[in-house]
């Protein structure tokens, strides 16, 4: 079995290397750092692609930018691909109204040029696709709410579950990210439905673990755990720090791609988060992390919210519980937050 993942240094696509790896795949990562150009020097992922190679045992690592049409197709023309994890983006809403192009180019170009790429030399391949609950742009926010002590919550019995992918995707505020990131979702369901290939779209929650160069523009609860232990300053942007986010671990994320790769439903859509058990606001998050370590962050509370940020999003999880049913979390909230807290204790 031969896999390709994209974005090969990042939390998703470290996760999908060893994983694959560990299964004795050959897998062959592109990563070419831009989290490090998006970021700057905290946004690096090098260390985790040195990591990666001196752990893997059948991992190959190439600096390949996605944008690049004419390399991607020689990518895929020079192997047999039978699985192709793709998770290279720039990730974050707030950075793209700063780097429009770059935004563009990445999440739905680079996306373009993988689908067609697959399309021509190796269409029997599956291929996934990591999306995000910011296609629904800040709809969710018009849903009914009631204010508990420490985090908003669905007032509306139709979202007690969370939110399912019928939810609708446009006539909202989505972020230049949330739009480029909509186009490739839509590409990609569009490669499976109409040229046949078996592509899945995942749209993710809030996708976690130790393994994310975690800055404040992304990577939410790595960076806020880095900022606890540290006891440095950490700005709440609005909603009195009650928003609800899903954390997901990125292990659990890889095998959901797993199950789907096994049985794989060309052009389908997915929501991908913690769901509600690992539904968690940011002041209960400080509050876990505070039990566990004595340590918070030095809180500055700002009225605004960020532009079309969700008040409380949690993933339905049922309808790919329904098709994979052997697929469940293995993570809990306290699980993942223990974890990152280990890992960022030891570095
Ligand atoms: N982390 C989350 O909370 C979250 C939530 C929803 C969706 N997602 C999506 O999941 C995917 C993975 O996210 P992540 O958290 O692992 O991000 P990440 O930034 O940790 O990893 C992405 C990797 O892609 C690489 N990359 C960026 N541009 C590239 C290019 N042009 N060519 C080659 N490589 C490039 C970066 O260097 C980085 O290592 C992304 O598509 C993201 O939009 C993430």
Same mark, same amino acid.
């Given at each position: 079995m031969q896999v390709l993942v994209t974005g090969s240094s990042g939390l998703v696509g470290s996760e999908a290397v060893e994983f694959f790896d560990s299964l004795g795949a050959d897998t062959v990562g592109v990563d070419n750092n831009m989290r490090a150009d998006f970021f700057g020097p905290k946004g690096d992922t090098s260390a985790n692609r040195d990591r990666l190679l001196s752990v893997c045992r059948h991992f190959s690592h190439i600096d390949l930018d996605i944008r690049d049409r004419a390399e991607v197709d020689k990518l895929f023309a020079g192997n047999a691909f039978d699985i192709v994890i793709h998770t290279a983006a720039q990730p974050s809403h707030d950075l793209a109204a700063r780097r429009p192009f770059d935004d563009f180019d990445v999440n739905a170009g680079g996306t373009l040029n993988l689908l067609e790429a697959c399309r021509r030399h190796a269409s029997e391949a599956v291929f996934i696709f990591v999306s995000t @609950? %910011?296609? !629904? *742009?800040?709809?969710? @926010?018009?849903i009914k709410l009631k204010e508990l002590e420490t985090r908003w919550e669905y007032d509306d019995p139709a979202y007690a579950g969370g939110i399912s992918e019928d939810f609708p995707v446009d006539q909202s505020l989505h972020s230049l990210f949330g739009a480029s990131k909509l186009a490739a979702d839509v590409m990609t369901q569009e490669y499976g439905r !109409?040229? *046949?290939? %078996?592509t899945g779209i995942f749209r993710g929650g809030c996708l976690t673990g130790p393994n994310h160069a975690g800055v404040e523009l992304h990577g939410f609860l790595n960076y806020l755990v880095h900022v606890a232990l540290q006891e440095g300053p950490y700005t709440i942007y609005g909603y009195k720090g009650k928003q609800v986010r899903d954390q997901i671990h990125s292990h659990d994320v890889i095998r959901a791609f797993w199950a789907f790769a096994q049985n794989p439903k060309p052009g389908e859509v997915y929501n991908l988060g913690g769901g509600k058990t690992n539904a968690a606001s940011l002041l209960e998050c400080l509050e876990i992390i505070e039990t566990r370590t004595g340590k918070r962050p030095q809180l500055t509370y700002s009225e605004q919210n960020r532009i079309? &940020?969700?008040i409380c999003y949690y993933s339905d999880l049922a309808k790919l519980k329904r098709d994979?049913? &052997?697929? &469940?979390?293995? !993570? &809990?909230l306290d699980r993942i937050i223990d974890e990152i807290i280990q890992h960022v204790s030891a570095t």
């Open positions: @609950n %910011k296609v !629904y *742009g800040d709809r969710p @926010n018009t !109409y040229f *046949g290939l %078996k079309g &940020d969700h994979f049913p &052997d697929w &469940d979390l293995e !993570y &809990d």
